[in-house]
């Protein structure tokens, strides 16, 4: 029986939200202490705060991706969003020199886009490169196509 590799989804933009959340309530708090409380930087403080709060705060940093002999699999410690068996993979398009792929089950639902560098996603994924390894070797080669970056290959 072979192993059963995990890789936890996490922000990718930690540092973006640390510094709404912290700008917000310095921004709050000198609309409190020095104007009054008026209400634009008061409350534009309170957005700040809010929205870097509930990015680091999402349930998708709790969601992992989890890859055996069988199948790829995201799922949540309640329920699983979707199982891909290995079998059932459309295509791969993979850069190793950046650690970026895109794994294709066929529709958006049951599709990963694993980010690397200058990839549009907001999350991360822990050990990047042994999900990229584990990936690469239960997918047949027909079905895998390496590229240098993910964004010069042509939508089809």
């Known amino acids: 029986m072979a192993e059963t590799k995990r890789f936890k989804f996490k922000p990718r933009f930690r540092g973006l939200a ?68 290995w079998s059932e993979v459309k295509r791969v398009v993979a850069s190793q020199d950046t650690v970026t792929m895109f794994i294709d089950g066929g529709s958006p639902e049951k599709s990963l886009l694993v980010p690397g560098d200058g990839a549009p996603a907001p999350y991360d994924l822990e050990d990047k490169p042994g999900l990229y390894g584990a990936v690469i070797a239960h997918v047949p080669a027909d079905k895998i196509d390496k590229v240098a970056r993910l964004d010069t290959v042509a939508k089809n």
């Open 18 to 85: 640390f510094g709404a959340v912290g700008l917000g309530s310095a921004l709050g708090g000198v609309s409190v202490i020095a104007l009054g409380a008026a209400m634009l930087p008061l409350a534009t403080g309170f957005a700040g705060v809010a929205l870097g709060a509930a990015y680091l705060l999402s349930p998708t940093w709790k969601l992992e991706v989890v890859v055996d002999d069988e199948a790829l699999e995201v799922r949540s410690a309640r329920a699983t969003k979707f199982r891909l068996p």
